[in-house]
């Protein structure tokens, strides 16, 4: 089954800019549809962001105008820039497909704050 290594996680104060890496040990990128998946503190699993196969792209509400889903298929690599970070985007972030069927990775830790 096709793994998925999430990275680019860190320790970033408010307002501050993060990018993450989602490394696929396939080429899945133009098969499925992709997602970037966050668990907040105590809180369930909920989807940010989405990238069609065809490339359109889909956001969460309280992300929209800050992040944004890109993929380089060649790479087998899925991203997410995060812009103006707040201290509500701590969480555990993932990627899978969307919806989700593969294995979920171990995640990358994003924390905001001062």
């Known amino acids: 089954q096709v793994q998925l290594v999430e990275s680019g996680g860190g320790l970033v104060q408010p307002g501050g800019s993060l990018k993450l890496s989602c490394a696929a040990s396939?080429?899945?990128?133009?098969?499925?549809?992709m997602g970037w998946y966050r668990q907040p503190p105590g809180k369930q699993r909920e989807l940010v962001a989405v990238i069609a196969t065809g490339g359109r792209t889909n956001y969460e509400d309280s992300v929209k105008g800050r992040f944004t889903i890109s993929r380089d298929n060649a790479k087998n690599t899925l991203y997410l820039q995060m812009n103006s970070l707040n201290p509500e985007d701590t969480a555990v972030y993932y990627c899978n497909t969307s919806p989700s069927f593969l294995s979920w990775g171990q995640g990358t830790q994003v924390t905001v704050s001062s």
């Open positions: 396939g080429s899945i990128f133009s098969v499925y549809h």
